[in-house]
């Protein structure tokens, strides 16, 4: 079975300082993607970013960047230069074909 | 695009009544999904579409859960009758694609019953 973990239930960061939010999934498939997605007070989520399996290369997207282990089923998100806005709940994500997984969330505090 | 809309974005409801969630997906999106967000379970999916055609329902509680698609452009889930142990966020999303897309979440309905 498919199963998605984050370790953290909460963590908090100086504001433009430097977090990492941890995650790892189980799955026997060799093609799914992985996702962080962000939910704010406001309870919407937001994409942040996705990762394909197929893909070595993390991916990046501003201060937001992915290290994606496979073979450690490990997907952390590291949030460079924290601001104020990144408060929230940070959701880490898996599909494949039509499963979908989510995590139960890490929520993030930053510190001004 | 105005993005996933749904409504009503809060509902108050006394045990025994009928609730029914409303949900408009992104225009072309041929994927919708409905989840249910608490506390104690975190987010689960509850049930998915294709093309207006549920995939996999296995996800829904049990019987008081329905959900429908009459049309590409419109989801309803229904809980009858409503007991407050569904009190929770009721997320609406809508993909393009099978699989390989990303989903687009509305803003929720956070639905208490007394």
């Known amino acids: 079975a498919q199963t998605v973990t984050q370790s953290q239930p909460e963590m908090s960061v100086q504001e433009a300082e430097t977090v990492t939010l941890s995650c790892t999934y189980d799955t026997s498939e060799s093609d799914y993607y992985l996702f962080w997605y962000k939910q704010p007070p406001s309870r919407q989520m937001i994409l942040v970013i996705r990762q394909e399996a197929y893909k070595q290369q993390n991916a990046t997207e501003n201060r937001f960047s992915v290290n994606f282990q496979k073979a450690a089923k490990s997907f952390s998100l590291k949030i460079s230069d924290s601001q104020l806005g990144d408060a929230a709940m940070y959701f880490c994500a898996y599909r494949s074909g039509d499963q979908f997984y989510f995590g139960t969330g890490t929520s993030l505090t930053v510190i001004p | 695009d105005a993005g996933v809309i749904q409504s009503p974005r809060h509902e108050v409801t006394e045990m025994g009544q009928e609730v029914t969630l409303r949900c408009k997906p992104i225009?072309?999106?041929?994927?919708l999904f409905w989840y249910r967000q608490t506390m104690m379970r975190g987010l689960e999916l509850l049930i998915y579409f294709n093309n207006n055609v549920p995939i996999d329902d296995s996800g829904m509680p049990e019987d008081r859960f329905s959900a429908k698609m009459p049309n590409a452009s419109f989801s309803t889930l229904k809980i009858q009758p409503s007991e407050p142990r569904d009190s929770a966020v009721y997320f609406c999303?809508?993909?393009f694609g099978r699989g390989w897309e990303t989903q687009y979440f509305g803003p929720g309905t956070r639905l208490l019953v007394l």
């Open positions: 225009s072309g999106h041929d994927y």
């Open positions: 999303a809508s993909s």
